[in-house]
């Protein structure tokens, strides 16, 4: 939600332009001062003035311009994320869908009905019984007759076993 006006965007840029402004007419002010034969107090005040505000206009404007460099790069580094990401969905892809496809040729080969297959892999995405039950519309009763099904038909003690199962040769041993 945008809640600065457009504006806002420049406001460093505004107020160098305005302290430059100021360092102008101070030292157009000094320069008839000299020649009208002003105090050097005077001048010395108005020439102090307009070193302030051309030093804080030349910061200011500098700084504006590296944090747009800086913009500039982390809007690549964040689009270079993007598309590193985009490319490792579409490379993991297969991949996953052949583990999906051989996990679901494992639950057919155990005697695994549909619904305890669905419980599976529920189970295997890390779902509790009754996030399972309220995904599956049923009583959490009926999901872990179902989990008790799966475990006895595949020789498996539990949820434990089931994930390593399918999933231990996936995780490399720490080096």
């Given at each position: 939600?945008?809640?600065?006006?457009?504006?806002?965007?420049?406001?460093?840029?505004?107020?160098?332009?305005?302290?430059?402004?100021?360092?102008?007419?101070?030292?157009?002010?000094?320069?008839?001062?000299?020649?009208?034969g002003v105090a050097?107090?005077?001048?010395?005040?108005?020439?102090?003035?307009?070193?302030?505000?051309?030093?804080?206009?030349?910061?200011?404007?500098?700084?504006?311009?590296?944090?747009?460099?800086?913009?500039?790069?982390?809007?690549?580094?964040?689009?270079?994320?993007?598309?590193?990401?985009?490319?490792?969905?579409?490379?993991?892809?297969?991949?996953?869908?052949?583990?999906?496809?051989?996990?679901?040729?494992?639950?057919?080969?155990?005697?695994?009905?549909?619904?305890?297959?669905?419980?599976?892999?529920?189970?295997?995405?890390?779902?509790?019984?009754?996030?399972?039950?309220?995904?599956?519309?049923?009583?959490?009763?009926?999901?872990?007759?179902?989990?008790?099904?799966?475990?006895?038909?595949?020789?498996?003690?539990?949820?434990?076993?089931?994930?390593?199962?399918?999933?231990?040769?996936?995780?490399?041993?720490?080096?």
């Amino acid at each position: 939600m945008k809640t600065n006006p457009d504006w806002l965007r420049y406001e460093r840029l505004i107020l160098a332009i305005f302290l430059l402004t100021v360092a102008g007419l101070a030292f157009l002010d000094i320069y008839n001062d000299y020649f009208e034969g002003v105090a050097f107090w005077h001048i010395g005040i108005e020439f102090i003035v307009a070193m302030i505000s051309l030093i804080w206009g030349y910061h200011l404007i500098r700084t504006r311009m590296r944090l747009q460099r800086d913009l500039h790069r982390e809007r690549q580094f964040s689009k270079n994320l993007k598309t590193e990401a985009q490319k490792w969905k579409r490379v993991s892809r297969i991949y996953l869908e052949g583990l999906s496809k051989e996990i679901d040729e494992q639950l057919t080969r155990w005697g695994l009905t549909e619904a305890e297959k669905e419980v599976a892999f529920l189970l295997l995405k890390g779902f509790s019984a009754t996030q399972i039950a309220k995904l599956r519309k049923t009583s959490v009763k009926t999901v872990r007759t179902q989990m008790n099904a799966i475990y006895s038909k595949s020789g498996l003690s539990g949820r434990s076993e089931l994930t390593a199962f399918f999933l231990e040769d996936l995780l490399l041993p720490r080096r």
